[in-house]
């Protein structure tokens, strides 16, 4: 499929020409495919949040230029607006920038900037919210009456209603209960599965990118440290935690066996494939096959039993 | 573009300007005002700029610092000089003639001189907040005030308001600057549009910028409470303001210039 984001030899320095100038991207370059779903990782200040206000013009690049969707984003900086709408951006913490009297009105706030009519706003709106979960009963409610999850929901559901061809989340599970970051994340994910949106989202956890995401985009220093699908970037997991990034607990344990000499394979980052592999080594051991690895020491003891 | 303001903004260093004891800093701050007003000819004008531009050197800030907290009132100097410039009449033949408008020399003069001396002023201040940090600056206000104190005057809780406003500006600003990024990210017209369409995308950005101004408010007097914050009666300080001989010398620095620059305009009245 077309490539709907490239970016190419984006820099983007804060302050430019002053003292306190600070290099936040340098010279980084991707593309992204429609319809992928794209984790970006990386550690504090790697310029995660900085790359993703470029997505939409919220940032204008140093250098570099942005294509999406084929056409130059900078081309005619007076028609920036046209591509706040092609690709959605939530926040960190979106709720704090709610505003309207009723959750409705909130929705409906990007459609309305898009000059769509009264119908096709309701439609939207309605959509949006039952995408994300969210009570019909609550959208007449005040935004203010609600729950922090439920604020969450109303202000993903407000980009969401714009419909855009690619979704920007960073975040968007921060501070959220583990079964509030489950519920989120799966919207997101039922939404990207049932429009085709191409999602970018921005985490912390290796889990969650792992789970949600196909591929993964690791940024490390200000730039691209890697960027492949999410099995290849998991398989070099010592890279990530010389990056001082974590991978997911499973990947780890399996990390650690192939360490102790035990045969398996070393790009395991889901559950279900985990539990699949063990199940597979097992199999394999009744039938007598060795589990050891060949080259390294025989260190079995009870590994193979986990 | 918000990220322009820089009132209130700190510009850590460690250099005479900066060690300087606030309470001393503050004074000569305003008696720097007063003395802008004071030496109001061009020459009394232009040495209070040298004066400050030296200053500034001492201080090590860079000239561009100035422009950047000039740049937010420069409406208002316009403005100002603008209205001086048409309506300061003076004697002899106006300078120029259209319509109902007429500009006379001493307009154009005094115009000039207002415009010179409120950005002076505006830089002098900067000089004030870029050099001594907001905490340090309302504890020498505090002391500076105690007197009022024996006439019931809540000088404390007026300081500590102060720091507290002075301190949540860099805050709000970021708040700002996120609340607007994420309107915009929505299609709100900021940035771009036609004027009316701009103030009234205001209003998604106001309202979440009050309601996290109050959420803020209240986290702080919370945590406040939970340290048992009673105000100023016999409270301590961690850091005592005393004036050293350093303190002293840079104080009668500062008088001789400012004699200097006031006397310059006894002798020469005329400059």
Request: charged letters at 25%; glycine letters at 6%.
């Amino acid at each position: 499929m077309a490539d709907i984001i490239k970016v190419e030899h984006l820099s983007y320095v804060y302050n430019p020409g002053m003292p306190n100038a600070v290099t936040a991207l340098d010279d980084v370059s991707f593309t992204v495919e429609e319809g992928d779903f794209v984790g970006i990782i990386g550690a504090t200040g790697s310029g995660k949040s900085t790359l993703i206000t470029h997505m939409n013009g919220l940032n204008r690049p140093t250098s570099g230029k942005i294509f999406i969707d084929g056409r130059d984003l900078w081309a005619e900086p007076e028609k920036i607006r046209d591509f706040r709408f092609l690709t959605g951006l939530v926040f960190q913490y979106p709720e704090y920038q709610l505003f309207e009297e009723t959750c409705y009105k909130d929705i409906a706030f990007g459609p309305k900037n898009m000059g769509l009519d009264e119908a096709e706003i309701q439609r939207r709106v309605h959509e949006a919210a039952d995408f994300v979960g969210l009570d019909p009963a609550l959208l007449e409610r005040s935004p203010f009456e609600l729950s922090g999850g439920q604020k969450r929901r109303v202000a993903v559901a407000g980009v969401m209603a714009m419909k855009p061809r690619i979704l920007v989340l960073d975040e968007p599970a921060a501070g959220l209960d583990p079964e509030g970051r489950d519920e989120i994340l799966s919207e997101v994910k039922e939404y990207h599965k049932k429009t085709g949106t191409t999602v970018l989202l921005v985490s912390h956890s290796m889990e969650d990118i792992a789970k949600y995401a196909n591929r993964v985009l690791v940024m490390n220093n200000k730039k691209i440290a890697m960027y492949d699908t999410v099995e290849k970037v998991f398989a070099r997991a010592p890279e990530l935690l010389e990056l001082g990034l974590s991978v997911p607990q499973v990947t780890k344990i399996f990390l650690k066996l192939r360490e102790m000499g035990v045969d398996v394979p070393a790009d395991v980052y889901t559950i279900p494939y985990a539990v699949k592999m063990i199940l597979n080594a097992k199999s394999r051991r009744d039938a007598g096959e060795s589990l050891v690895l060949p080259r390294k020491e025989v260190q079995k003891g009870g590994a193979a039993e986990c | 573009m918000l990220r322009d303001i820089t009132i209130g903004q700190h510009f850590p260093g460690n250099s005479l300007v900066h060690r300087f004891d606030p309470r001393l800093k503050l004074v000569l701050t305003i008696a720097y005002i007063v003395l802008l007003f004071a030496a109001s000819n061009p020459l009394g004008l232009a040495l209070s700029i040298l004066f400050l531009a030296g200053m500034y050197m001492v201080a090590k800030i860079p000239f561009k610092m100035i422009l950047k907290s000039l740049k937010p009132i420069l409406p208002i100097v316009i403005f100002t000089a603008v209205l001086n410039l048409f309506f300061v009449a003076g004697e002899g033949e106006p300078l120029v003639r259209v319509w109902f408008l007429t500009i006379y020399a001493e307009g154009v003069r005094y115009a000039v001189l207002m415009a010179v001396r409120v950005m002076a002023l505006i830089a002098g201040t900067s000089l004030l907040t870029y050099t001594t940090s907001p905490i340090v600056l309302t504890d020498a206000i505090e002391q500076l005030l105690k007197p009022l104190g024996k006439l019931h005057f809540p000088v404390h809780e007026l300081a500590m308001m102060m720091s507290i406003a002075l301190r949540f500006i860099p805050t709000l600003i970021e708040e700002t600057d996120k609340i607007m990024n994420a309107q915009k990210a929505r299609g709100a017209q900021l940035d771009t549009g036609k004027m009316t369409d701009r103030v009234k995308a205001l209003v998604p950005v106001l309202i979440p910028l009050f309601i996290s101004a109050f959420r803020r408010a209240d986290e702080l007097a919370m945590a406040m409470e939970c340290r048992c914050y009673r105000g100023g009666e016999g409270r301590t300080r961690l850091k005592v303001l005393r004036c050293e001989k350093q303190d002293y010398i840079d104080l009668a620095v500062c008088i001789v210039c400012f004699g200097v620059i006031l006397a310059s305009r006894l002798v020469f009245p005329n400059f």
